[in-house]
């Protein structure tokens, strides 16, 4: 008798069984092998076969089957989840249907794969929707259970498929099953669970985004953690925020660097680490610049995430602007210093109204000191510094403007994200030795209508450069992405 197991000692009978069909499956096709070929090759008696499987077809599905007999079983006394699922099947992987999959034209099994497809998807199906309708989240909307139901038990399939196609060795089933259920759009507010969201960096505007987010002040969000630049700095945000008596900062303490709040829970610090941040979270939120913006928001995006931006200077390239807006995930962009921006969108909008905005430009006027750049010769640094009156530090188009002043201009290309305009804006900086705010003059016009709009911020007192308003644009659109109802668009 030939070894069956090549490499590998075979765990039990039915292993031996199942690797002894895939064998026969994989030299003279599925169809032609039957029961009695696997049983003399495995050295087995025929009617033993049979106290393992009901048939040739088991041998493929048997794992994926157990798999699934457990989640119905659990599911039943309200034990299981789909995360649980995928937890399952990545520690034990259905490896004879990966096979089955990855050599489908080779073992002729692709009616069987097929079929059986249909058949296991459906029933996990059945399983997820009891699921659904018991934790209550739906009512008695028997149409979105069915459809939230029917999409994940398609996601979990089409992820079994993928895993087995790209080589199952080389890559996690349940990474798959995860990324592929986190691409069905508003799966996680479908099913009520708290949205979870990560936050880059804990400067000024961050810091305070993290404390209110761990304060639990936004309705249907958790704090899923923080990615820093180096060691201690999500502590060093928090004894800031503490300090500083923030009064959204619920008491925040840097006990071990990641406190916030007496008995509040610890939050997690990702360091660098952004793809287990993705990993953990339905949207991430970058506070940390337009060099981050530009490294991690495509990534997030192209996992199925939403990416929240803050330095909306990271699509004045035309190429991350691409990738930004890719897909699967969502970009959202905060709208930050400025408003009207709706407006301006609208009046823009291709189509509406033939050359609705043909013209668009921002002036920002800002405290000389904080305008001062690290590319600046010390002679030039020195005039900003020191100035006496305002003067026009910088006048240009967009892509000019943030690559030059990257934390003073994202409103230049928020704009230009508004009005279409990319290569028109005309942006002008002013720096101004007696500015205590900081002030934004927009003007756009065209066959919609003319708009001028005068902002005047308070400045963020951790930063200079940021208007303090920004932080809380960012809280707001945080919360609408999580409730999107009653805000406006
Ligand atoms: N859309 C808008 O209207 C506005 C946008 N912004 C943008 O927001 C950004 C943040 O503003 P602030 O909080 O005031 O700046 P900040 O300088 O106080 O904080 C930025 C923080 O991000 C951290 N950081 C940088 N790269 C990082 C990375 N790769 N990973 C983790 N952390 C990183 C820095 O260490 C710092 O702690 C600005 O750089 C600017 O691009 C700022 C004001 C208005
Ligand atoms: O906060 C502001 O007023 C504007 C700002 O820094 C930016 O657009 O980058």
Not at 170 to 178: G, K, N, P, Y
Request: charged share 20%; hydrophobic share 50%; glycine share 12%.
């Amino acid at each position: 008798m030939r070894s069956v197991a090549r490499g590998r000692p075979p765990a039990s009978s039915r292993e031996t069984l199942a690797d002894a069909a895939s064998e026969l499956f994989l030299e003279q096709g599925y169809e032609a092998t039957a029961v009695t070929d696997i049983t003399s090759r495995a050295g087995v008696s025929r009617s033993s076969f049979f106290n393992y499987f009901d048939g040739k077809a088991a041998t493929i599905w048997y794992a994926l089957d157990e798999h699934l007999d457990d989640f119905a079983h659990r599911s039943a006394v309200g034990e299981a989840s789909l995360e649980a699922v995928a937890a399952a099947l990545g520690a034990a992987p259905p490896h004879t249907l990966a096979l089955a999959i990855a050599n489908a034209e080779a073992m002729g099994v692709g009616a069987e794969l097929g079929a059986g497809r249909a058949l296991r998807q459906a029933r996990l199906a059945a399983v997820l929707a009891d699921q659904l309708g018991a934790r209550g989240a739906h009512g008695d909307d028997a149409l979105a259970i069915e459809t939230l139901a029917a999409a994940q038990a398609a996601a979990v399939c089409a992820a079994i498929w993928s895993w087995a196609t790209r080589g199952a060795g080389t890559h996690r089933l349940d990474a798959e099953i995860q990324r592929a259920v986190s691409l069905i759009p508003g799966a996680r507010r479908a099913a009520a669970a708290p949205l979870r969201v990560a936050v880059i960096g804990t400067g000024a505007i961050g810091s305070r985004v993290v404390a209110e987010l761990a304060a639990g002040r936004i309705a249907g969000v958790t704090l899923a953690g923080v990615v820093t630049r180096r060691e201690g700095q999500l502590a060093e945000a928090l004894a800031q925020i503490a300090a500083s008596g923030d009064a959204g900062a619920g008491g925040a303490s840097a006990d071990g660097g990641s406190g916030c709040g007496a008995g509040a829970p610890a939050i997690t610090d990702f360091g660098d680490d952004l793809a287990r941040a993705v990993a953990a979270s339905d949207l991430v939120v970058e506070c940390a610049g337009i060099a981050a913006a530009r490294v991690a928001g495509p990534v997030v995006v192209a996992a199925g995430r939403d990416f929240f931006a803050v330095s909306v200077g990271a699509l004045a390239e035309t190429d991350v602007r691409a990738a930004l807006l890719r897909g699967p995930g969502a970009l959202l962009l905060a709208s930050g210093a400025i408003g009207g921006l709706d407006l301006l969108a609208s009046a823009a909008r291709a189509g509406g109204i033939p050359g609705g905005i043909t013209r668009a430009s921002i002036t920002s006027t800002k405290q000389a000191g904080a305008l001062v750049q690290p590319w600046m010769q010390a002679g030039e640094a020195a005039r900003v510094r020191r100035a006496t009156e305002a003067f026009t530090l910088f006048e240009g188009g967009v892509e000019e403007a943030v690559a030059q002043f990257p934390g003073s201009l994202n409103v230049a290309c928020a704009l230009a994200q508004a009005t279409g305009l990319w290569g028109d804006v005309r942006v002008r900086l002013v720096a101004d030795p007696a500015a205590e705010r900081t002030t934004h003059v927009i003007e756009a016009d065209g066959a919609a209508g003319r708009y001028r709009f005068e902002l005047t911020n308070a400045v963020a007192e951790a930063n200079p450069t940021s208007s303090a308003v920004v932080a809380e644009s960012v809280l707001r659109g945080i919360a609408e992405w999580a409730r999107p109802s009653g805000s406006f668009r």
